[in-house]
Antibody, heavy 120, light 110 residues
Framework: EVQLVQSGAEVKKPGATVKISCRVS????????LFWVQQAPGKGLEWIGL????????RYAGRFQGRVTITADTSRDTAYMELSSLTSEDTAVYYC???????????????WGQGTLVTV | QSVLTQPPSASGTPGQRVTISCSGS????????VNWYQQVPGTAPKLLIY???QRPSGVPDRFSASKSGTSGSLAISGLQSDDEADYFC???????????FGGGTKLTVL
């Protein structure tokens, strides 16, 4: 059974940095991109960035570029998302996910963590 | 402001058919598959439809999707009370090189 298990809720002061983990199991971590998605209270979903665990390559959405660092530790089957210079606008639930978009298609290898609430 | 545009709300009565639209552009829906997700408040999104109107195992065939040009739509037939949830569309964006999402549609079963 595929599972993505995230670290617990965090409360941070403005200007601080938060680091969230996402431990995967039930599949080969290196085989799929790992995405991070933000959902502010009562709002929609917004892509933050992704990491390719196979080679560590990362890509970030423009709005978060410069403030976010996403890494993958294949020895621990765990991905991390670090967000710095926090403001009240970063108060949100953060999800890790394995959405599988390929070429012009997608597959059903689509799993999400339980979400981590970050309160600033 | 979300890259993909969805109506903020939709509603229907039990047994009815409802549709939810999702409008994008040539760099996302115009070229790539649209995924649809269901999210019950307080839980993670759950994949309902992927690729060309395919459903993951366990998703009933009351849920279907279509795409035309730069727009997609989700249809739910035989509406049930437990269909009440938020629905999101998503697609890969070739310009942004990442996924983009709709703002979500809150479905109310009257």
């Amino acid at each position: 059974e595929v599972q993505l298990v995230q670290s617990g809720a965090e409360v941070k002061k403005p200007g601080a940095t938060v680091k969230i983990s996402c431990r995967v199991s039930g599949y080969t971590f290196a085989d799929y991109y790992l995405f991070w998605v933000q959902q502010a209270p009562g709002k929609g979903l917004e892509w933050i960035g992704l990491v390719d665990p196979e080679n560590g390559k990362r890509r970030y959405a423009g709005r978060f570029q410069g403030r976010v660092t996403i890494t993958a530790d294949t020895s621990r089957d765990t991905a991390y998302m670090e967000l710095s210079s926090l403001t009240s606008e970063d108060t949100a639930v953060y999800y890790c996910a394995t959405m599988d978009f390929y070429g012009s298609g997608s597959s059903d290898f689509d799993y999400w963590g339980q979400g981590t609430l970050v309160t600033v | 402001q979300s890259v993909l545009t969805q109506p903020p709300s939709a509603s229907g009565t039990p047994g009815q058919r409802v549709t939810i639209s999702c409008s994008g552009s040539s760099s996302n829906i115009g070229r790539n598959a649209v995924n649809w997700y269901q999210q019950v408040p307080g839980t993670a999104p759950k994949l309902l439809i992927y690729n060309k109107n395919q459903r993951p195992s366990g998703v009933p065939d009351r849920f279907s999707a279509s795409k035309s040009g730069t727009s997609g739509s989700l249809a739910i037939s035989g509406l049930q009370s437990d269909d009440e949830a938020d629905y999101f569309c998503a697609a890969w964006d070739d310009s942004l090189k990442g996924p983009v999402f709709g703002g979500g549609t809150k479905l109310t079963v009257l």
